[in-house]
């Protein structure tokens, strides 16, 4: 009775914890509520199932019970724990958390943390003030992009391949495989396409990704090129006639139905790193039948890399390289970097060009020819005055002068040996107009000059009033 009272008076004066109801309840039941919240928000059913199990680990493993057991320190102190390393019953070590999948985890809860203070269930968020680590001192994957040459294999590949990877035949895969590399899309937002999300008959043909399977969560219109438009109304006309039966006639419900039916469809994502693997080896295997090539042979040509999903320096080729590979060759073609970013659907430009660029030493071999060829500066600035011939002789003006060449109004540009020869030694040649070096050297034989030195052509007056300096 006594608490009722003091709660009583304490709502009578305004002082009351807007958040003791909150405080009282199970942390777990809070989590299930945010989950709530992300599917509302219109997320996918996989991302908001990774985040709530990013946002229960942490909270289990820091021993999580009510909202007053929030820290923000023994988050961080559970991130650095799993990030080390540890042995398993056997005593081999097993790799610790990465830094980019801590940074995963710290994003969930704190976004977590965000949603209670916007919800009116806690003053605030307790995980504001921890920041990512940088991810670049731990990279776990690095991987790289393919070749046009080994695209085209890989495609070929899958088109001869009898293999029925979890329900895509290779026919589908193929095609799959085209729409990746030439437009960027990734694995989950390919699984989301339907005959409706391409528009081939448009004036400008494109696929559109909606928003709800978009990483950054808005609605994407991409468009085609020319030679995959082809190759979609192909393959389109052979899933139709592969799907019709001469005894059935369709409805209209049951057409619309079939156009909203996935392209890609299957549990494909969460193994599309081996399916691609699949490929290349099939394509690494002809390519070697077809060149009759040893693998010492492939050492001794460097080639040891060629369709390998990892290279001699450890990067891998996995599904979401036909990302890099579809921004990669956008650089080595010369788009600009803005068009590249809009294509990508990346927040920054540094995103694109760092991460997602990988360009060999031919591509970088080919950028030197943009610049220009270096020439003597003596020879280029003499022959750009006119003052010399190819074969490096005194000549006339080049506006055009008939007066014969002791009549020359200018001189050679002087190098760095003419100017230490000018200032130590005299020369044995008369002016041609007597008394102009005289006023320089008042000591100096009337027989004698020295010539004069400085940034610009010499000049002793006009004869002919032309003049190129």
Same mark, same amino acid.
């Given at each position: 009775m006594s608490e009722l009272v003091r709660q009583a008076r304490r709502e009578a004066a305004g002082d009351i914890d807007?958040?003791?109801? %909150?405080?009282?309840?199970?942390?777990?039941? %809070?989590?299930?509520?945010?989950?709530? =919240?992300?599917?509302?928000?219109g997320n996918t059913s996989e991302h908001v199932a990774l985040t709530v199990s990013r946002?229960?680990?942490?909270?289990?493993?820091?021993?999580?019970k009510t909202l007053a057991d929030l820290k923000a320190g023994r988050v961080a102190g559970w991130l650095a724990d799993r990030r080390k390393g540890k042995k398993n019953d056997d005593?081999?070590?097993? #790799?610790?958390?990465?830094?980019?999948?801590?940074?995963?985890?710290?994003?969930?809860?704190?976004?977590?943390?965000?949603?209670? +203070?916007?919800?009116?269930?806690?003053?605030?968020?307790? =995980?504001?003030?921890?920041?990512?680590?940088?991810?670049?001192?731990?990279?776990?994957?690095?991987?790289?992009?393919?070749?046009?040459?080994?695209l085209g294999r890989v495609v070929a #590949?899958?088109?001869?391949?009898? +293999?029925? =990877?979890?329900?895509?035949?290779?026919?589908?895969?193929?095609?799959?495989?085209?729409?990746?590399?030439?437009?960027?899309?990734?694995?989950?937002?390919?699984?989301?396409? *339907?005959?409706?999300?391409?528009?081939?008959?448009?004036?400008q043909p494109c696929v559109t990704l909606k928003a709800a399977y978009s990483k950054h969560r808005r609605e994407d219109v991409l468009p085609l090129r020319e030679d995959l438009v082809a190759q979609l109304r192909a393959w389109f006309e052979e899933r139709e006639r592969r799907s019709d039966e001469p005894n059935v006639v369709l409805s209209m419900e049951s057409a619309t139905e079939a156009k909203r039916e996935r392209l890609f469809p299957g549990t494909w994502p969460e193994k599309a790193a081996k399916m691609l693997r699949i490929e290349l080896n099939a394509a690494r295997k002809a390519w070697m039948d077809e060149a009759k090539v040893s693998a010492d042979e492939l050492k001794r040509r460097s080639r040891t890399s060629f369709l390998c999903p990892v290279?001699?320096?450890?990067? +891998?080729?996995?599904? $979401?390289?036909?990302? $890099? *590979? =579809?921004?990669? %060759?956008?650089? #080595?073609? &010369?788009? $600009?970097p803005k068009v590249a970013q809009k294509l990508?659907?990346?927040?920054?430009?540094?995103?694109?060009?760092?991460?997602?660029? %990988?360009?060999g030493l031919l591509d970088m071999a080919s950028?030197? #020819?943009?610049?220009?060829?270096? +020439?003597?500066?003596?020879?280029?600035?003499?022959?750009?005055?006119? *003052?010399?011939?190819?074969? &490096?002789?005194?000549?006339?003006?080049?506006?055009?002068? *008939?007066?014969?060449?002791?009549?020359?109004?200018?001189?050679?540009?002087?190098?760095?040996?003419?100017?230490?020869?000018?200032?130590?030694t005299r020369s044995t040649n008369k002016p041609r107009f007597p008394g102009e070096n005289e006023a320089l050297c008042e000591d100096s034989d009337p027989s004698e000059s020295v010539k004069v030195v400085g940034l610009e052509p010499t000049t002793y007056g006009l004869k002919v009033r032309c003049s190129t300096n």
């Open positions: 807007p958040f003791e109801d %909150h405080r009282k309840r199970p942390l777990a039941e %809070h989590v299930e509520d945010f989950s709530s =919240f992300l599917e509302s928000k946002v229960l680990s942490a909270f289990e493993g820091c021993h999580f005593g081999e070590d097993i #790799a610790g958390l990465s830094v980019a999948s801590s940074n995963h985890h710290l994003v969930a809860v704190k976004s977590f943390g965000n949603w209670l +203070v916007k919800d009116r269930r806690w003053p605030e968020n307790q =995980f504001a003030h921890l920041s990512r680590l940088n991810a670049k001192v731990d990279v776990r994957c690095e991987r790289r992009a393919l070749s046009a040459d080994e #590949a899958a088109e001869r391949s009898a +293999v029925v =990877f979890r329900g895509l035949e290779g026919q589908t895969r193929a095609m799959l495989y085209r729409i990746a590399s030439m437009t960027g899309l990734r694995a989950n937002e390919l699984a989301s396409l *339907t005959a409706e999300s391409f528009d081939l008959d448009a004036v290279d001699d320096a450890g990067r +891998v080729c996995d599904f $979401h390289g036909l990302r $890099h *590979t =579809f921004i990669s %060759h956008l650089a #080595a073609g &010369g788009v $600009h990508a659907r990346h927040s920054t430009i540094g995103l694109t060009m760092d991460r997602y660029t %990988h360009l950028g030197l #020819a943009a610049l220009p060829s270096i +020439v003597g500066k003596e020879s280029v600035s003499c022959q750009a005055t006119g *003052t010399l011939n190819d074969i &490096g002789e005194i000549c006339g003006c080049t506006n055009g002068c *008939t007066a014969p060449a002791e009549n020359n109004c200018s001189q050679p540009f002087p190098t760095v040996a003419d100017v230490g020869d000018a200032r130590t």
